[in-house]
């Protein structure tokens, strides 16, 4: 049996290990094959070399993570563990997940986004071998932001020249003509989440320029209509709310060389009554055309805050 022993240094092992010990159990579970034993400022590890290794190379990570931000919270144990956390204590029991993922793309201060569940990385997989793709789930699965970094990869890595993103300007008891200002100042509330998930991805700096100069464009979708999207990476969100001929009007301005991905939930749909989702259409319909995916995401993989997964559930919304 090998033996590693590592001294902490410049980290407060509070900090390190949470509050009554409960990062150390976290990170003890992701590691069932090694022994893991602290003391004081000193952490034994004992087991197999390859193990520990790779053990070795996660701790150094938390390690320089904390040095940068002097914290650490659940998130980034999902994000440098590269896994899901599990609500329960009981390992064995635990299903399986994305594991250690490869990074999506690199975000300011050092975030790291990846894929942190299995239908996540079917995401990251699908979009390789398909040109359209639908990401389905309810809240709080990463769908969106999963799809947004698809996007920004794409773009930093100059496979497209420029990113496209589009939602319906529908929500549940609201109206654009009742809300104050412009028709840009109507629209923003209905498009944060998407600047959101931007804003943790692209710096500031390089994000306002992006959006100056139209090399990120967000927009809602009736402005879609009539035009040709090519050389791009187009994202849907919240597709549920688009009407059948919204839909298919989207769905026919791809150009030749674009991407899209299309996001939505099936269970919170805001239309009117009397108008059907051209979500729902699309699925049954487009299903067997070859270069489109469907992708379904499910109570494993809500990476929100783990009561969001009993709320969906007290909904019905998953089981």
């Known amino acids: 049996m090998n033996e590693l022993i590592i001294t902490i240094e410049n980290v407060n092992p509070v900090v390190l290990w949470g509050s009554n010990n409960e990062y150390f159990e976290i990170i003890k579970r992701n590691f069932p094959k090694i022994k893991i034993v602290a003391r004081g400022n000193a952490v034994k590890i004992l087991g197999d070399e390859a193990e520990i290794n790779i053990f070795k190379v996660k701790f150094d990570e938390l390690i320089k993570h904390i040095e940068k931000f002097q914290s650490l919270n659940n998130n980034d144990l999902e994000q440098i563990l590269g896994t899901t956390i599990p609500e329960s204590t009981d390992l064995e029991n635990q299903p399986s997940n994305a594991g250690g993922a490869e990074p999506i793309v690199f975000g300011p201060n050092g975030l790291v986004i ?26 709080g699965t990463g769908k ?20 496209i993103l589009t939602r ?6 609201e109206n654009l003509g009742f809300l104050p200002g412009d028709l840009k100042e109507k629209i923003d509330p209905y498009l944060r989440p998407l600047y959101d998930a931007l804003d943790d991805m692209i710096p500031a700096d390089k994000l306002k ?8 464009e967000i927009a ?8 040709t999207l090519d050389n791009c990476f187009v994202i849907l969100d919240e597709a549920q709310n688009a009407t059948d001929l919204q839909l298919k009007m989207f769905l026919t301005r791809m150009g030749p060389t674009a991407k899209f991905i299309v996001t939505g939930d099936v269970t919170q749909i805001d239309l009117p009554k009397k108008q059907q989702s051209g979500l729902n259409t699309a699925l049954k319909i487009l299903g067997e055309i070859k270069g489109i995916d469907i992708i379904y995401l499910n109570g494993d993989d809500v990476v929100r805050h783990k009561l969001v997964k009993n709320i969906l559930k007290a909904y019905g919304d998953i089981q």
């Open 209 to 216: 320029l992006f959006l100056e100069n139209r090399t990120i």
């Open 114 to 139: 990846k894929a942190r569940t299995a239908n996540q990385r079917k995401m990251v997989d699908s979009i390789i071998k398909n040109d359209i793709i639908f990401a389905i789930g309810p809240a």
């Open 144 to 163: 969106t932001y999963t799809a947004v970094a698809l996007a920004v990869r794409a773009l930093k890595n100059k496979e497209i020249k420029r990113i």
């Open 168 to 173: 319906p300007a529908v929500e549940a008891g």
């Open 220 to 227: 809602p979708l009736a402005f879609m209509r009539g035009r």
